[in-house]
């Protein structure tokens, strides 16, 4: 499994980024994808996840109302639209899948391919 993001960029703060994660080889269909960011000297964090199928989605409480999942089942690709962001959005995002499709994790120990990270930079 391969997992290719793309999207970040340089963006003054209450702009807009999308983000694209695109997974590509053998899976099930039952997989999750996660966005999980991290800024230099913090721990990676959990902001969002799909499920596949069904398309249940949770939020990290910080990015809920500014941040939206979304998949596209033909092109086998999940997006993470932020809007309104905020100087403290600024890391390196990453995208992973984790293939057990059960419940979504917030823990990166759950995921099991990861793709080489974006980075996002929300300038005041």
């Given at each position: ?69 979304s998949r596209d089942n ?28 059960v419940r979504i994790a ?10 080489q990270g974006t980075l ?5």
């Open positions: 499994v391969q997992l290719q993001a793309s999207g970040g960029g340089l963006v003054q703060a209450g702009g807009s980024l999308r983000l694209s994660c695109a997974a590509s080889g053998r899976t099930n269909s039952s997989y999750i994808i996660g966005w999980f960011r991290q800024a230099p000297g913090k721990e990676r964090e959990f902001v969002s996840a799909i499920t596949w199928r069904g398309g249940r989605t949770l939020y990290l409480d910080s990015v809920k109302g500014r941040f939206t999942i033909a092109k086998n690709t999940v997006y993470l639209q932020m809007n309104s962001l905020k100087v403290e959005d600024t890391a390196v995002y990453y995208c992973a899948l984790d293939l057990s499709g917030d823990n990166p120990g759950n995921y099991d391919y990861w793709g996002v930079t929300v300038s005041s």
